[in-house]
Every structure is written in C-alpha cells, then in structure tokens.
C-alpha cells in the first residue's frame, strides 16, 4: 500500500521546471564556477562562455578569489577544482558565434561585473 501511494504522489507532482536556454544573467553567476572543457560534456553544463583576451568586447569581467566565501558578488569566481563542488558548471568553447556570453579575466578585484 506504502509503495502505490509513493508511485501515486510521485505520478502526479509536478516536474520540475529547466530554464530554457537563454534566458539566465550572466551577470547573476558568481561564486564556485567549474570551466568545462571537455565537449562529451557541454550537454550537462549551464551555459557556454567564451573567454574574450580583450575587455572591452566581454559581457562580465571576472575576477579570481582564492577564498570561496569571497565570492560573493558578480563577477567574482572561485574556480571550483572539480564540477561535483561547482555552483556552477560552464562549458568553454573557443567560438565566439557559439558562446552565450563572454568573460574576460582581471587582476583587479574591483573591476569585477557586469558590462553596463
């Protein structure tokens, strides 16, 4: 009886809803953040990015903590040493025309965010 009420309230919860492609912030990423580079693996990540060796032509300049609890804010990222750990997974491509947005590194902390 235990089991059928299980199956039963399992059939008729609703599922749970995945974002459409698109439709996050890059500017709302920040603490752990796992790169992906392997391309078997792009289908289980949140979004593609490209990193951009220029500034000006970036969507969010990141900066890199050290400490987790730093990163608190966007654009600053403590890159998480493996995806299990990761608030988020990114998968790096070197295609711009393929990228959702674009990051570009700094080394000073308060230049970190958002292109406005």
């Known amino acids: 009886m235990l089991s059928f009420l299980l199956t039963a309230l399992l059939a008729f919860s609703p599922a749970p809803k995945m974002a459409p492609a698109g439709s996050y912030e890059p ?5 752990s953040v796992y790169l992906e580079t392997d391309p ?6 949140f979004g593609r990015v490209y990193i951009e060796p ?6 969010v300049s990141v900066f890199k903590e050290s400490n987790k609890l730093f ?28 990228a959702d947005f674009a ?7 308060s230049f970190a965010g958002c292109r406005q």
């Open 27 to 31: 500017c709302k990423i920040y603490g």
């Open 40 to 45: 078997s693996r792009r289908s289980f990540c």
């Open 54 to 59: 220029e500034q000006a032509f970036a969507d």
């Open 71 to 98: 990163a608190d804010k966007a654009g600053l990222w403590y890159e998480a040493p493996n995806r299990d750990f990761a608030d988020y997974v990114l998968f790096v491509t070197k295609d711009r025309g393929q």
């Open 103 to 109: 990051i570009h590194y700094t080394k000073i902390r």
